[in-house]
């Protein structure tokens, strides 16, 4: 059976790195977990971002799941265009 950590590092339980009226995320080994009711907002995504960079800086692999509510409404056009950069730099870390 693998490990998701390293040598004999132990779990860790899950820590809360940003949360708002609509959004959460939060960490759990190698995993960023978010939640979201509605679309992404600056604090969000910048958060989200910086947690993924670390995340990626101190493990061998990491994963990110995103839970959006099924009543949120879709982003609007430039929120689209945030997430897309932010997607897309992540890719380029």
Known sequence: ??????????LR????VYS???HVTGTFANVVIS???????????DN???TCKRLI????????LI???????PPGDAVRVEINGVMTSLGRE
């Open 67 to 73: 839970v959006i509510d099924s009543t949120a409404k």
């Open 20 to 22: 708002d009226e609509s």
């Open 1 to 10: 059976m693998s490990s998701m950590t390293s040598g004999s590092e132990a």
């Open 35 to 45: 939640s979201s009711v509605a679309e992404p907002n600056r604090g969000y995504l």
């Open 13 to 16: 339980p899950p820590t809360i």
């Open 57 to 64: 800086a101190a493990q061998e692999r990491a994963a990110a």
């Open 48 to 50: 989200w971002f910086s």
